[in-house]
């Protein structure tokens, strides 16, 4: 077990197998993740305050602080949260690459918020007020734990980032209000929305305060005893359907069912109770096996946002809300730090590359709220300066009247570098690739490296040692699930530990280790019970899911009139292609019939382009899984 002494890291728990690094000891140096930053920090970031400013969003809390606020609340209820996600992502951006500019832009804002704390420690522009509903008066929907949640999130950011100022004071005085109100002396209720246990536990590590940690431990177990009151939905929609500890898959509404198993995961660390650790477990393996989809997202049901059934996972109506696989990342980022398995980070993986990145624009000033995997008709272009709703365009639309997905990836893209890698007393394990940094300390002393990468869309990995004890230290690099036969080039014998390659020795400043990573595309089949995708392939290549975009086909070709020819996929420097068919489909006024045969209208050789990074060129149909063309159905024979 590694002690946790790294400073600014999002979730440090009491004790781990692995150590997070914190904000000060990886940093990216650029490439493809230098550039998702930059363009975050410089886009992202102003974006979020010009549109939570201009609709209102931002002076709910000037409102509730000057005491006119009443029924005159902007937004939907639960809008804090954005300000808070967005104070988060400015905090982690300030550790990573602070500007007068963004401080100035942070404290102005904090002091908004500060300002609305009520006397007690109550802070929520949406309850309370006069003309406003009581507090805790609809704790199933009206998110105010949650949103509270957020609050303490970024409050600790700033904390692990080396400030102990307004926001941190703010969250201890709204966590000690909480613990009076909702505590072992209080109600014996929950929040409809999971969020505030994570965050509790989080606080109590960068405070010490163990009666946060106590209250999040309430907050789990009090949950699956029926204490919210189902309206519209049954309990499982919000996980109080049975206790966290038997529960044995992720189920009803997906971001709630992943923040709530964080925050579990976290009691279960901090108190050592292995039963609820495990069951975490055993809820991720089954939902991963039954319940996800290739491009790591999840939820299938647009309806309540929710996980479908086990191989419930339609490509077309896909919900695959961005918010969950930003949730997916934080509850295997936890596992993956309590059992150092690396089954977890390729999940991180696969989940950051195809479905968290797929929803900022390039320019990182509009976002997809659900990431289908099939789009159908190229749609409507989403006004610029008007709100959306959430599932509504088909191209990416700068701001939602729910808005959680944007401020999401703001924070997550600001503090990425932190789920890179981690440490133990005498190595370092790299999990993810891109080009970055480390400085951090072994127990035999400093050790610096950096690692560089065309990676994703190159496989030769360069770790090059700076500074390194002069005993022997361990460099782990995780060779990807997908990876066959790795070649590693380094002057020190590697072992297999798990998916870990480690490499162990006494190591010069200047020295490398080269990991070669083949990435030839690969055919990948649907288990024959997603009844939803079966007769058809996805093509990945290396760590990134592709899809066939019809600006890559003639005109007046839609995706959903095609057959692919798997054998015939192939790699070149222009990138990755096959030959897609598309079919002859006379008009016919029933579309059943009694012989399975197609005719065909031509065929193309068709460019395939990262799953992320459709829909950049204008409105399209996209797919990722193609119908099997015949001809590979007979050769595959
Ligand atoms: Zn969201």
Redesign the pocket.
Known sequence: MSSANSNGAPVRPRSSVLRPLGQEEIRVTGGFWGGKQRTNAEATLGHCEYWMERIGWTGNFDRAAAGTIGGDHAGIEFVDSEIYKLLEAMAWELGRNRTEDLEQRYLALVARVAAAQEQDGYLHTSFGRRGQPPRYSNLEFGHELYCFGHLIQAAVARLRTGHDDTLAQVARRLADHLWVEFGPDGRNAVCGHPEIEMSLAELSRATGELRYLELARLFVERRGTGTLRPAAFAPEYFQDDIPVRDATTMRGHA?RALYLASGALDVAVDTADLGLAEAVQTQWTNAVARRTYITGGVGSHHQDEAYGDDYELPADRAYS????G?ASVMLSWRLLLHTGDEKYADLIERTLLNNVLASPREDGQAFY?TNTLHQRTPGSVPDEHELSH?AESSLRAPWFE????PT?VARTLASINLYFATATGTGIQLHQYGDYEIHTTLDDGELALHVGTDYPHGGRITVTIDTAPTTPVTIGLRIPAWARNPRIVSGHAATERGRLLEVTGIFHPGEAIRLELSLEPRIVFPDPRIDASRGTFAIERGPLVLAVESIDLPTGWSVNEITADASTIAAGPDGTSIDVYRLAEPETDWPYRTSAGVAEAGHVRARMIPYYAWANRGPATMRTWLPIHPRSEEQDA
């Open positions: 971001v809300e961005t918010c969950a930003i709220y959430r729910v808005s959680c997905c999401n």
